[in-house]
């Protein structure tokens, strides 16, 4: 199982990559130096220059993903009967892959169209959680805390763990649109918009809807923090669930800055990096729950062997 965990390790790390650097290319305006799909301006090594070299790297790294999900598919199908979540969790990382595939020539064919760029940016991030997701649960043949924790009360708190992961999904798909389509000053006050609580524009429609969203979000964090901590739960499920309630935090820091210094690009990559980082801990939170609700079965099939 430690070739499965080390290579869905790798896929995660490269693949997070490759979403952060694709946003700083489309942050940066570099999002259509290459306005052909597979080639870029009619080769493949353009010439690097005018923000084509984020662009190209982008889809270099992107390519290197594929080799290393060749690898990992096989490999996690063949473990796939030492847990009930491998199998599922592989077939999702496979389709993943390839709508991800399609939506990268599609979001080019569409000159990043803001629902483009939600869909392709919404299912690398499922790819990202899926192979997290995996790492997780290929390790745990060597992870002998879920046999120590008493998993009962677990599946209540996976649920709201899983609500938190989902709404901060969508908050951060909502942001995607909002940043795609120009819409990030569209509502230059706190909490109203322009000084009004109604609005009216497309704009300020999505921006409002983004915020209310964010603060969904940081109430389920903080619901989420709040039963970690007061229910029985293991520690790295509270250490899970305490780094996402932080980042969420970090999160709203970096959503009023990005208002009152009117989007500068740094902040704008950061905030859509972190927004990731928020949910991946949402989904790591929500994995440790689930493996935790079978420590009992785990906890009795170790006593009776």
Not at 18 to 27: A, D, P, Q, Y
Not at 163 to 176: D, I, N, P, S
Not at 249 to 256: A, D, F, H, K
């Amino acid at each position: 199982m430690k070739s499965l965990r080390y290579l869905a390790l790798a896929t995660v790390v490269v693949a997070f990559g490759t979403i952060v650097l694709g946003s700083w290319t489309r942050i940066n305006g570099a999002g259509l130096t290459c306005p052909d799909w597979p080639l870029c301006q009619g080769h493949v090594i353009p010439s690097l220059a005018n923000g084509v070299v984020f662009e190209w790297t982008h889809r270099l790294l992107a390519i290197s993903v594929a080799p290393l999900v060749a690898a990992l598919l096989p490999v996690a199908w063949i473990q796939r009967r030492h847990s009930p979540f491998i199998a599922p969790v592989t077939i999702a990382i496979a389709v993943c892959f390839a709508a991800q595939v399609l939506l990268g020539a599609a979001t080019v064919r569409l000159n990043n169209s803001p629902w483009s760029v939600v869909l392709h940016w919404g299912t690398a991030m499922a790819f990202v959680a899926a192979a997290s997701a995996l790492a997780i649960f290929a390790a745990t043949r060597e992870d002998r805390e879920a046999i120590r924790f008493d998993g009962s009360g677990s599946a209540f708190a996976g649920a709201v763990l899983a609500t938190t992961a989902t709404v901060a999904f969508f908050t951060m798909c909502v942001g995607a649109y909002v940043s795609s389509s120009g819409a990030g000053l569209a509502c230059l006050s706190i909490p109203g918009c322009v000084g009004n609580v109604v609005v009216y524009t497309p704009g300020q429609l999505v921006q409002m809807l983004h915020r209310i969203a964010a603060a969904a979000t940081l109430l389920c964090a903080a619901g989420s923090l709040a039963i970690a901590s007061s229910r029985p739960a293991s520690g790295r499920v509270r250490a899970a669930v305490a780094t996402g309630s932080a980042l969420v935090c970090v999160q709203v820091l970096l959503g009023l800055l990005n208002v009152a210094l009117r989007l500068p690009n740094d902040l704008r990559e950061l905030h859509a990096a972190n927004a990731a980082l928020v949910f991946l801990s949402f989904v790591v939170a929500t994995t440790f729950a689930m493996l935790d609700g079978r420590a009992p079965v785990a906890a009795k099939q170790s006593i009776t062997a």
